[in-house]
């Protein structure tokens, strides 16, 4: 079974600052897909980014993007000169390639912005 | 489009009481599911659907069902509504599996309180 743990229940930056927040994986699959979701207090899930296992490219999207370390079953996102409307609640998520397009989820990192 | 509608946004349950949460896409989406998000445990999936006709378990199922009549519908019914059972719940459908890292789109969310 994959599991995805994000180790960082909170954390609170200035705005403009760089913040990255951690998550790591479990599982003995070889292709699969990670995703970045972010859930602002409208509680609408957003796609931040995504990457394929397969690629070694970090992908990135503006002021988004991830240290990928297959390897070691990190995936990482760094959000720069980050913004206020940056808060929100951020959640790594899995997927095999393979099969039905279940995600599993970590617990999620309460990210705050502060003026 | 509307993309994926979810009803009732908010609901309030006595204990033993049944319900049914409403799921519509109208993007001809074949992958269908329901998540649960409680405090501290990201999203779990309690049923998903890969086309009409066709529904399995996800990762929490006990004291929900589900059916899949038609492409566009998806309900989550709750038979007989424990407390255990708050929570909020989100649908969530893409297209089938494997062409692609599918994305997953998200409806805003139902909040259920079981008294």
């Known amino acids: 079974a994959q599991t995805v743990t994000q180790s960082q229940p909170e954390m609170s930056v200035q705005e403009a600052e760089t913040v990255t927040l951690s998550c790591t994986y479990d599982?003995?699959?070889?292709?699969?897909?990670l995703f970045w979701y972010k859930q602002p207090p409208s509680r609408q899930m957003i796609l931040v980014i995504r990457?394929?296992?397969?690629?070694?490219q970090n992908a990135t999207e503006n002021r988004f993007s991830v240290n990928f370390q297959k390897a070691a079953k990190s995936f990482s996102l760094k959000i720069s000169d980050s913004q206020l409307g940056d808060t929100a609640m951020y959640f790594c998520a899995f997927r095999v390639v393979q099969g039905a397009q279940k995600l599993v989820f970590g617990q999620g990192t309460r990210l705050t912005i502060n003026p | 489009n509307a993309g994926v509608t979810q009803t009732p946004k908010f609901q309030v349950l006595k204990t033993g009481q049944s319900m049914t949460l409403q799921c519509a896409q109208d993007?001809?989406?074949?992958?269908m599911s329901w998540y649960r998000q409680d405090p501290g445990m990201g999203l779990r999936l309690i049923h998903y659907?890969?086309?009409?006709?066709?529904?399995d378990q996800g990762e929490v199922p006990n004291g929900y069902n589900v059916s899949r009549s038609t492409t566009e519908d998806f309900p989550l019914r709750l038979l007989s509504a424990a407390p255990s059972q708050t929570s909020v719940y989100f649908c969530?459908?893409?297209?089938?599996?494997?062409?692609?890292?599918?994305?997953?789109?998200f409806g805003a969310g139902s909040r259920l309180t079981v008294l």
């Open positions: 659907s890969v086309g009409a006709g066709i529904t």
């Open positions: 969530a459908s893409s297209y089938s599996q494997s062409s692609g890292a599918n994305v997953l789109t």
């Open positions: 599982t003995s699959e070889n292709n699969y897909y």
């Open positions: 990457q394929e296992a397969y690629k070694q």
């Open positions: 993007m001809n989406h074949e992958y």
